[in-house]
């Protein structure tokens, strides 16, 4: 079965860039999305289609992907995208994948 | 407001069963593929299952790890998706969240989520 790889944890100080990755084999030919979770509540999408905003989302909030791994970058990252971030494609039989999450902590 | 509200989680002994439920309000829900996706307790998102549309023959697929326990089901009348979970097992202990698939160019995401139901399975 097909597996989205995600580091556990990813630290950035507040105003600084902070990048989560997300690895999977020939995931460049998929489209990712990644979903936000802060502690008790439900994920919150924030990016779609590898670097598609919702609206709300702020534009601080961008993602890439190509070759084996996709991206989400939060540039001048505040205390409030403290949360857990999660990758997720769509398999080939149609099957929906997600990464294991990533803790993102602002120091 | 788009909403969707799960219930009918709670205790469960092992080798039980139980059905969840998903009410949707604020869109028109029959014209919407509804995904479910559970998360155990400290643990990160896992997908369970989804149904389509009736324009889609109400086509459903599973996570295979599931191996045919749960059943997912709507009732279009009722603007509500069901989640059927049989033979139950401690490790499907989790919040049990209700996702509405949406789509750009063809291309899908999760854009609304209920707030969950916690799912207990234990003796």
């Known amino acids: 079965s097909y597996e989205l790889t995600q580091p556990p944890s990813v630290s950035v100080s507040p105003g600084q860039t902070a990048i989560v990755t997300c690895s999977g084999d020939?995931?460049?030919?998929?489209?990712v999305c990644w979903y936000q979770q802060k502690p008790g509540q439900s994920p919150v999408l924030v990016i779609y289609?590898?670097?598609r905003r919702p609206s709300g989302i702020p534009e601080r909030f961008s993602g890439s992907n190509s070759g084996n791994t996709a991206t989400l970058t939060i540039s001048g990252t505040q205390a409030m995208d403290e949360a857990d971030y999660y990758c997720?494609?769509?398999?080939?039989?149609?099957?929906?994948?997600f990464g294991g999450g990533t803790k993102l902590t602002v120091l | 407001e788009v909403q969707l509200v799960e219930s009918g989680g709670g205790l469960v002994q092992p080798g039980g069963s139980l059905r969840l439920s998903c009410a949707a309000s604020?869109?028109?829900?029959?014209?919407?593929?509804f995904h479910w996706v559970r998360q155990a307790p400290g643990k990160g998102l896992e997908w369970v299952g989804r149904?389509?549309?009736?324009?889609?023959?109400?086509?459903?697929a599973y996570d295979v790890s599931l191996k045919g326990r749960f059943t997912i089901s709507r009732d279009d009348s009722k603007n509500t998706a069901y989640l059927q979970m049989n033979s139950l097992k401690t490790e499907d202990t989790a919040v049990y969240y209700c996702?509405?698939?949406?789509?750009?160019?063809?291309?899908?995401?999760?854009?609304?989520w209920g707030q969950g139901t916690l799912v207990t399975v234990s003796s």
């Open positions: 020939v995931l460049g030919d998929k489209y």
């Open positions: 997720q494609a769509w398999d080939s039989s149609t099957a929906v994948v």
């Open positions: 604020g869109f028109t829900f029959s014209g919407s593929t």
């Open positions: 149904i389509r549309t009736r324009a889609d023959s109400y086509a459903t």
């Open positions: 289609q590898d670097h």
């Open positions: 996702t509405r698939r949406n789509y750009h160019d063809g291309i899908g995401y999760y854009d609304y």
